[in-house]
């Protein structure tokens, strides 16, 4: 039995992978900033702890003792005000702190969670070898400079250490919507006025957190593992699920990239006003219009015995679960 902590634990994968950690016997540790906000962890068997990724001093605190860390807090989301300061610097500086206390607490292995964002995607078939160079998206950027991080510091400090690669996350146990099950949520409340022709690889949050504790006993230091679907989603897809489910909806029309441009600018100058997240940016449009995002994920399947349920079944459970959600508010 590990001594475990889980930065990150109210957020959504976070979450799982405490469910999924004392599963197997571990003694865990949640790490969140909100320690208040533990509705979730009643009924839990583990302990609440402090984490900040910008504390050392809390940081170090929080892994006394502890043997396996599972690095999962990030901010995640795509606009800010100022997306350098409030995306880009926290995520690495953050990296920077949460290692550095690692090391310090001689941690016996770490699982550091990064994104497909790291990995990129251009509708081929991209594998761990493969590193995004595109960086007009903050989150993008942050994800592939905390990552490079880490394995500078992993390096410096001689951890073991393996990353994790999800790519969109999607399913139960969300203390909150992240964007992607926000974006989820627009469609079933039939919210969703346009089509973006946006292809995410959706895969559902409980693989992901088996993935990630697997890493721990089956990964090899030093190595990336991509914990995606091989296949991405059209919005047909995504409607075919919902409408499986017994929700009535309706597809929106599909517009021109250079409307949908534009409406991403016009959503970008009403925050700047408003101070309210853009539902829409430009660098998206970039990064997403009638792209497929597709992954090989042959080296998760092998080493870690990674076999996550279709984007099909990840869809179709996610809108039975926000069903329930909706009927428990």
């Known amino acids: 039995m590990n001594v475990c902590l889980v930065t990150g634990a109210n957020g959504h994968l976070g979450g799982n992978v405490v469910r999924a950690l004392i599963a197997q016997g571990e003694t865990v540790r949640a790490g969140m900033r909100d320690i208040q906000n533990v509705d979730n962890f009643f009924r839990l068997n583990c302990q609440v702890v402090y984490t900040e990724m910008q504390d050392i001093d809390a940081m170090r605190k ?6 396996i860390l599972y690095h999962v807090a990030a901010v995640f ?3 800010a005000k100022d997306p350098i300061t409030e995306i880009v610097q926290p995520n690495v500086k953050g990296t920077e702190i949460v290692l550095k206390a690692a090391a310090e607490a001689n941690v016996k292995k770490v699982v550091y969670v990064s ?29 592939i400079k905390s990552e490079q991080k880490a394995w500078e510091l992993a390096k410096k400090y001689n ?21 992607t ?24 949050v409980r693989d992901v957190a088996k993935g990630v504790v697997a890493a721990t006993t089956k990964g090899s230091s030093g190595s990336r593992y991509i914990l995606a679907n091989n296949n991405s989603s059209s919005l047909t ?6 409408q499986s489910t017994g929700i009535n909806l ?48 042959t080296k998760a399947r092998n080493e870690l015995g990674y076999e996550p349920r279709s984007p099909s079944e990840a869809l179709r459970d ?8 909706e009927s428990k508010l």
């Not at 497909?116 to 950027?141: C, F, I, K, P, Q």
């Not at 951890?159 to 964007?179: C, E, F, K, Q, Y």
């Not at 897809?237 to 919902?242: F, G, S």
Request: overall charge negative; aromatic content about 14%; charged content about 20%.
């Open 159 to 179: 951890l073991w250490m393996v990353s994790v690669l999800p790519s969109a996350m999607i399913g139960p146990h969300a203390n909150r919507l992240t964007d």
């Open 318 to 325: 996610v809108f039975e679960y926000l069903n329930g959600r």
């Open 181 to 204: 099950m926000q974006f989820i949520e627009t469609i079933r409340t039939n919210k969703l006025l346009i089509d973006p022709h946006f292809f995410f690889n959706f895969v559902d």
């Open 250 to 297: 309706k597809a929106p029309a599909r517009l021109p990239k250079w409307v949908i441009y534009f409406i991403a600018l016009c959503a970008e100058l009403a925050a700047k006003v408003t101070g309210k997240p853009a539902e829409l940016i430009r660098s998206q449009v970039a990064l997403f219009y009638g792209i497929r995002q597709e992954y090989e994920i």
């Open 115 to 143: 994104s497909v964002a790291a990995v990129g995607h251009d509708g081929n078939y991209l594998d761990e070898n493969s590193w995004n160079t595109l960086s007009n998206n903050a989150y993008y950027n942050s994800k």
């Open 237 to 242: 897809e995504i409607y075919n699920a919902a």
């Open 77 to 79: 989301k795509h606009w």
């Open 62 to 67: 929080a892994l006394e003792g502890v043997d």
